[in-house]
T-cell receptor, first 114, second 111 residues
Framework: DAGVIQSPRHEVTEMGQEVTLRCKPISGHDYLFWYRQTMMRGLELLIYFNNNVPIDDSGMPEDRFSAKMPNASFSTLKIQPSEPRDSAVYFC????????????FGEGSRLTVL | SQQGEEDPQALSIQEGENATMNCSYKTSINNLQWYRQNSGRGLVHLILIRSNEREKHSGRLRVTLDTSKKSSSLLITASRAADTASYFCVSRTSGTYKYIFGTGTRLKVLA
């Protein structure tokens, strides 16, 4: 398996623009997580899904953030409108719920909002 | 914030020495895991310890868990330059699949 695939790896955008980050989890995994990593706040859990259904979105910072999982092989995290304080590395991770629950991470999407 | 804390924040040791990192968490947990992150990369799972376990070994790694103190430690023995990375503890909140990361320890192993 190719592992968790995220795109884009790097994104530079202007304040106010819409940003869409994408994630393809490992086939067969039924949990998908979105994390944000910054120097100031470390790794924060934004939202997680089980079988494509959002379970806990309490970490989503504002209404400007939204996440969807239309099917088992694809998820998006959208920021609209983007602000400079959204600059961070966004990680997607997937897991198989039955078993030890090890998280498998993608390489991350580094977002810079100017 | 539910985020756990780790100490030290940074650790610099010589190759061959042991490295110990400590982690505290805030909620009741199902299990606690340790992950490693090389600079600019994603995180990789190292080891998991369940809430009913006190100690676990895997190669050069030893993890302990004290649920009464809500704390864990990771020991890396005979460290190598390739162990240079950031290390995070991750607690899985009981009854959920919510994984909460600690603040991380940056380990530097000098050759």
């Amino acid at each position: 398996d190719a592992g968790v695939i995220q795109s884009p790896r790097h994104e530079v955008t202007e304040m106010g623009q819409e940003v869409t980050l994408r994630c393809k989890p490992i086939s067969g995994h039924d949990y998908l997580f979105w994390y944000r990593q910054t120097m100031m706040r470390g790794l924060e859990l934004l939202i997680y899904f089980n079988n494509n259904v959002p379970i806990d979105d309490s970490g989503m910072p504002e209404d400007r953030f939204s996440a969807k999982m239309p099917n088992a092989s694809f998820s998006t995290l959208k920021i609209q409108p983007s602000e400079p304080r959204d600059s961070a590395v966004y990680f997607c991770a997937s897991s198989y719920g039955v078993g030890i629950g090890e998280l498998f991470f993608g390489e991350g999407s580094r977002l810079t909002v100017l | 914030s539910q985020q756990g804390e780790e100490d030290p924040q940074a650790l610099s040791i010589q190759e061959g020495e042991n490295a110990t990192m400590n982690c505290s968490y805030k909620t009741s947990i199902n299990n606690l895991q340790w992950y490693r992150q090389n600079s600019g990369r994603g995180l990789v799972h190292l080891i998991l310890i369940r809430s009913n376990e006190r100690e676990k070994h895997s190669g050069r790694l030893r993890v302990t868990l004290d649920t009464s103190k809500k704390s864990s430690s990771l020991l890396i023995t005979a460290s190598r330059a390739a162990d240079t990375a950031s290390y995070f503890c991750v607690s899985r909140t009981s009854g959920t699949y919510k994984y909460i990361f600690g603040t991380g320890t940056r380990l530097k192993v000098l050759a």
